[in-house]
């Protein structure tokens, strides 16, 4: 079955670059997903990219894809504090949304 | 837009009683989702409607779970007889093209 792995944590300095990488197996997978969940909070959607995109940008957010060897990396620049949270990468098959498979989250913490 | 709106926040129950968690989506989505996080599972998908019908109720663990969804602006999920392992968060989310997640319900089984 599917099967979507993340480290657990990841410590940086603020106005550091953070990249969170996350490894899937399901070689269908047609949309990848990233999700933030601030304490007590439900799930953000931060950002996604088809599978047949390498690299999507978004203001602060890079997405990168590497489809050969399943591995899809956030790279979240100047990182604020503020940015302290779970991120949750997420893979989904053909008609999107439907059966999202989550991994299991990586702990980002942001020092001053 | 308020978003997706999830009752209660914050439930703590005996072991035994029955829990309803209540879901009202976004006005116009048209698929409705509950999962369940914790720490040892992460996030699951338990069940997830479809202009209100199940279509796939897969994860949902057993026969104690159930859920529904009698119209487009409201649907819940029931757990009678609670057991300890039920506490986790439980989210409900609905999406049109992308999903919108809830705040969750914090469920203590005790």
């Known amino acids: 079955g599917e099967d979507v792995e993340q480290s657990l944590f990841l410590s940086v300095r603020e106005g550091d670059s953070s990249v969170i990488n996350c490894t899937y197996t399901d070689s269908s997978s047609t949309y990848l997903y990233w999700y933030k969940q601030e304490p007590g909070a439900g799930l953000q959607l931060l950002t996604y990219i088809f599978s047949n995109m390498d690299m999507k940008q978004d203001q602060r957010l890079t997405v990168l894809l590497n489809k050969k060897d399943k591995h899809l990396s956030l790279r979240i620049a100047d990182t604020q504090t503020g940015d302290s949270a779970i991120y949750f990468c997420?893979?989904?098959?053909?008609?999107?949304?439907?059966?999202?498979?989550f991994g299991t989250g990586t702990r980002l913490l942001v020092s001053p | 837009d308020a978003g997706v709106i999830q009752s209660p926040r914050h439930e703590v129950t005996e072991m035994g009683q029955e829990v309803t968690l209540r879901c009202k989506p976004i006005?116009?989505?048209?698929?409705l989702f509950w999962y369940r996080q914790t720490m040892m599972r992460g996030l699951e998908l338990l069940i997830y409607?479809?202009?209100?019908?199940?279509?796939?109720d897969s994860g949902m663990p057993e026969d104690r779970f159930s859920a529904k969804m009698p119209n487009a602006s409201f649907s819940t999920l029931k757990i009678q007889p609670s057991e300890p392992r039920d506490s986790a968060v439980y989210f409900c989310a609905s999406a049109l093209n992308t999903i919108y997640f809830g705040e969750g319900s914090w469920l203590t089984v005790v």
């Open positions: 006005s116009g989505h048209d698929y």
């Open positions: 997420a893979e989904s098959q053909n008609t999107g949304f439907q059966k999202l498979v």
């Open positions: 409607f479809n202009n209100n019908v199940p279509i796939d």
